[in-house]
């Protein structure tokens, strides 16, 4: 489902549409929302079409990042914070 189909069935069934991730998919959602936010791993998206309020649930997407090589405890905690690896 596209942006422009989950949008029309938020409307005309006044309800959440909830999809997977999908980078071109959310990027054109955020292009015609309102706002948005992220939390617990859902991003949500919401907006008006022509009077009619909208509103989409996306699971985040998911970075996989590879453990620094032979790092453990304090040492791998440290290199987390360091390189980002949770954002």
Request: aromatic share 6%; glycine share 6%; net charge negative.
């Amino acid at each position: 489902m596209n942006a422009e189909q989950a949008i029309a069935r938020s409307i005309s069934h006044t309800e959440i549409v909830h999809l997977p991730w999908d980078r071109d998919t959310h990027r054109d959602l955020v292009i015609e929302s309102d706002d948005s936010t992220e939390a617990n791993g859902t991003i949500e998206i919401w907006g008006t079409s022509d009077g009619s309020e909208w509103r989409v649930h996306m699971a985040a997407e998911v970075h996989v990042e590879p453990e620094p090589h032979g790092l453990t405890g304090d040492a791998l905690l440290l290199a987390r914070a360091e390189y980002d690896v949770y954002s």
